[in-house]
């Protein structure tokens, strides 16, 4: 939070909050230049009058050098500086827009697994996705971003996908089979037949250093295996445990082997209908358990780390052979669709491995404590008609995200794994997109939020020349969500109050809604009690309703400008009047 001081001579003064401009949003056009314009105009005609700048100035804020830090188009960034420069001596300030973000319940793919916002630190390695070298990368994130959020988040779903997001997050997703692309959820056009997104990937990895059926009888163990101390066994029916001898034979290992036919009743509660065949107990001798229990790593309950610098071919050897020991195959595609049941952890292991190799995956939970992968090899999820896919929920709680370099970011909601982009904000060289217009223009950058002092009315007389008739104080922050009413939509700058008090007028952004409601409170003074209004401000946009995400969403069309607050500077008159 930032504090300012803006001092104004005159016995009045305005202030005009602008918000959501969107430089580069095709639904920022000529009426809303216009009315911009002159807003900006009447600002400069007047002495004592003034602008604060609310956030969303721009529509992309992505980076691809340090000087020119708008990736979607410069032009964006030339025409924004170019249409402030010639008020910028009459802005007092300017706070950036909140970001796009995901729900609480979304994890993101790091080295060390799956993690959560409150996991997740700048030192952190994750997972991205490089567009141009279709191909999976590991970066540490240069920025994360939590915000509180009250109000509503686009849910996309189906049996593959599951994201719960804000409507500005980016999606990376292709039209008809067509390009990957990446636009905000609020300019993909749902109402395609066919929209796809990016469900696993690969990173192209060498061979590593191990023969296959060391991974077969791996994966084995680690499937449908036993451990006890230096002991290693295997326990399979009679008519499937050459798949296992097999594998042993063809390294050389030596082995144990005896029939065990038993007269099982029941397995876990459920009464047989007949009697089970016999099976077959393996005992792997020495010194060839050594070198499987050596490739465990130690631990039978997660998978080996080398596990995941496999090259595609060497896992999908893996894969086959765990799915023999503990899964089963679709009969009608036994190659390409596949299943494995087990515990969460060994589960959410196998679903990375899955993913870096090229296999699309969803998990389910078919009975308490009990856990099932589902595994397609397929890169990719399609959504024959998204628009019925799409929905809007309301939600309140934490939402995050992070800023990587490759603009991508492995997500994971109720077990369904999505590439998709991240948030726009870039700080890697200490300075948001923003920041660098805030110094081309002169004016301060205040981050997310300010306190602006307001000194009005100077006094004439030479014992006060240096002071003023009135003090105000006003707050400014672009807030998050929101509804999709006006009085949701002002409440959410309503609650700013729970951040600071003592401030007579509070202004938001984000909501692309003008409107404002004064609030008449009582405090208690040494010679009684005083009422005080407090006024919150909803600071409009300048987005045209027609043919954009507004009218798609069914959002009531909106008035286009800003408020102006104006400040009485006379002596023993306190009074803010807002208009729209």
Known sequence: MKYLTCEIQQDHGYLIPIGDVHFGDKSFGKEGKKKLRGYLDWVAERPNAYIFLMGDIFNVAG??????????DPKEYEDAVEFFRPYAHRIIGAIDGNHECFDDKTEILTEDGWANYKTINKETVLYTYNQEKDLLEKETPK???????????????????DLLITDNHRLLFNLSNGKFQTKPFNEVPVSKNRVGFISSGSQNQAEYDIKDDELRILAWLLADGSIYVKRIMFYQRKSKHHLITNILDALEWKYSIRERDRDIKQICGKILKKRPEPSMEMTLLSPFNHRLIELTG????????????????????FLNSYIDGDGSRHISCPETSLMIYGEKQIIDDLQRACFLHGYRTSISEYREGDFRLNITKNKTTSFDKFEEYVSKEKYQGVIWDVTTNNDTVIVRRNGKVSITGNSRMYEEFGASPLSFFARELNIPYCKYSAIVKFKVGRRTDSKSSNRYNQ???????????????????LNRVAKLRNIVEGVDFLCGGHNHQLAVAPQEVYYPTRTGIKIRRIWYVDCGSYLEWNDS?????????AKLGSPRIRLSGKSHHHDVHVSL
């Open 298 to 317: 130690g631990n039978k309950k997660r998978l080996p780390q080398f596990i995941y610098e496999l090259s595609d071919r060497q896992f999908t050897v």
């Open 549 to 557: 995400y507004a009218e798609k969403s069914m959002l009531a069309p």
């Open 143 to 161: 920025e994360i971003q939590r915000y509180d959020f009250d109000g509503e988040l686009v849910r996309i779903k189906n049996r593959h996908t």
């Open 471 to 489: 003090i105000y104080f006003g707050y400014f922050h672009h807030t998050t969500g929101g509804g999709s009413t006006v009085g949701s939509k």
């Open 63 to 72: 980076r691809n050098s340090a000087t020119s830090p708008f990736e979607s």
